[in-house]
């Protein structure tokens, strides 16, 4: 039996050239990036053109690009300018031009503050879509890859050991230096190339040791203003019970740099952080505050900080900057990570519920703690702390708390594993900020072309 197949004919033109308007489907996540970025004020991108030279790209379609891109889970700019080549929601983006990747990541360099600066916007389109409006967020952090090996990193030992030898050799090479009319020396023995490239490794090793003296001694004065806390503290409830307190006094800390403290040679502010799977690896720590509602991100920062306990004051200061027509913030859910007294105080003064527990919480309590009656409430007036405590242990703030996971841990899933996002391709805290800004873009622009239906 003779089948009638579809031809393929790639030969004969069309008689009337199509139109990218005819590439996508109307409901399609490209044609609702484009509509987003025409709502968007760009002044200050297109602005800041001089008109001079050879004709530039639009930035309107630029940032569609970079958004479509990042929601996609495509961030290179070599690949960003394949794709307005090969696949068809690019070429309906760019409008079948074709900027190149020197372009994109020019583009993106430049203007990339500015392009962080649209995260609010975009939060804005979405409360006038009645799509959000702030109550209870969860916070959490993930890390990042940094554009660094951690291989390439110089701890505080290997520093001075290394200069030590690296003095030794210069010494040996200027005594060589000395002799050089009176004693024979190895051919290939280039002495004053020797004694330059040796000077370099040098200042590169003086700079690395400053660096890392330098954190040293933030680290000691924050950890002694916190060890002075502690002492005021427990003095303090010494004196309010009339009882020696119990356990240990805190330790007080030690100054200067440990033998393990070191910096990537290659990205300065990236730090050696632990990961979740194990070991440790050259990263930023990237924050998210997601809306328990509709798991769009409303607060986002970067910090080459190792753990969590000092994000909380960022990320309230963050959530307090945004827009008062976007609502007031009611409850901050985050893990044991974020616990600390001082953050529980910060949320009090900030007018925000904390739900940030003292201690890992376990899986699959027993069904007689799950059903037994709520605590009573703490008598008098409870510190933040004892209030913090007692609303964990309530069924309604169990209940409230048990949404962090489904929501903010939801969110760094899918971009780390969905859309790819796993390694900064910038270097540099405040670069990272901005790519990390169009990664939490890129999401909430995804997630609002599902929401709007």
């Not at 554009?147 to 390439?152: C, G």
């Not at 400053?210 to 409830?237: D, G, H, L, N, T």
């Not at 006094?249 to 050696?272: C, F, H, M, N, Y």
Request: glycine share 6%.
């Amino acid at each position: 039996m003779t089948v009638n197949f579809i031809s393929v004919d790639r030969e004969t033109p069309d008689l009337f050239p199509a139109t990218v308007q005819e590439y996508l489907p109307e409901d399609h996540l490209a044609r609702f990036v484009v509509e987003i970025v025409d709502q968007l004020d760009l002044s200050q991108v297109v602005n800041a053109y001089a008109g001079t030279g050879s004709r530039p790209y639009h930035p309107a379609m630029l940032v569609a690009l970079l958004f479509y891109g990042y929601a996609t889970g495509v961030f290179s700019s070599r690949k960003l300018a394949q794709a307005s080549h090969d696949a068809i929601a690019f070429r309906y983006i760019c409008a079948n031009t074709h900027p190149d990747h020197r372009t994109i990541a020019d583009f993106r360099k430049r203007f990339l503050n500015e392009l962080a600066g649209l995260f609010t916007q975009v939060l804005l389109i979405a409360q006038a879509m009645g799509l959000v409006k702030l109550g209870t967020v969860s916070l959490d952090g993930t890390k990042v890859k940094a554009n660094a090996s951690k291989r390439k990193a110089l701890s505080w030992e290997h520093a001075n050991r290394l200069e030590e030898q690296l003095k030794g050799e210069v010494e040996e090479l200027m005594r060589l230096a000395e002799q050089a009319d009176n004693a024979a020396r190895p051919e290939a023995l280039d002495i004053p190339q020797e004694l330059k490239r040796r000077g370099q490794r040098l200042e590169v090793i003086a700079a690395a040791k400053a660096e890392i003296a330098a954190r040293a001694q933030a680290r000691f004065e924050a950890e002694q203003a916190e060890y002075e806390r502690k002492v005021a503290a427990r003095e303090a409830r010494a004196e309010r019970t009339g009882r020696k307190p119990g356990g240990k006094p805190p330790k007080a800390p030690t100054p200067g740099p440990g033998a393990k403290d070191q910096v990537s040679l290659t990205d300065a502010e990236s730090r050696i952080m632990p990961t979740a799977g194990g070991g440790f690896e050259q990263a930023y720590n990237a924050q998210a505050g997601v809306d328990t509602e509709t798991h769009l991100i409303v607060e986002q920062h970067v910090t080459d900080h190792t753990n969590d306990k000092q994000e909380v004051v960022t990320a309230l200061a963050r959530l307090e900057a945004l827009p008062e027509v976007l609502g007031e913030v009611e409850a901050l859910l985050a893990d044991t990570g974020y616990h600390s007294a001082a953050n529980l105080d910060h949320c009090e003064a900030a007018g925000v519920e904390p739900y940030i527990p003292e201690a890992r919480q376990c899986h699959n309590p027993p069904l007689a703690e799950r059903l037994a009656d709520d605590p009573p409430a703490p008598e008098g007036q409870p510190t933040p702390a004892e209030a913090n405590a007692h609303r964990l242990r309530t069924r309604a703030g169990k209940a409230r708390y048990a949404k962090r996971k489904a929501t903010v841990e939801t969110v760094f899933g899918i971009i780390k594993h969905v859309l790819g996002f796993r390694q900064f391709l910038l270097r540099g805290l405040k670069a990272v900020q901005g790519e990390w800004a169009l990664v939490c873009l890129g999401w909430n622009l995804k997630r609002l072309f599902a929401l709007r239906g």
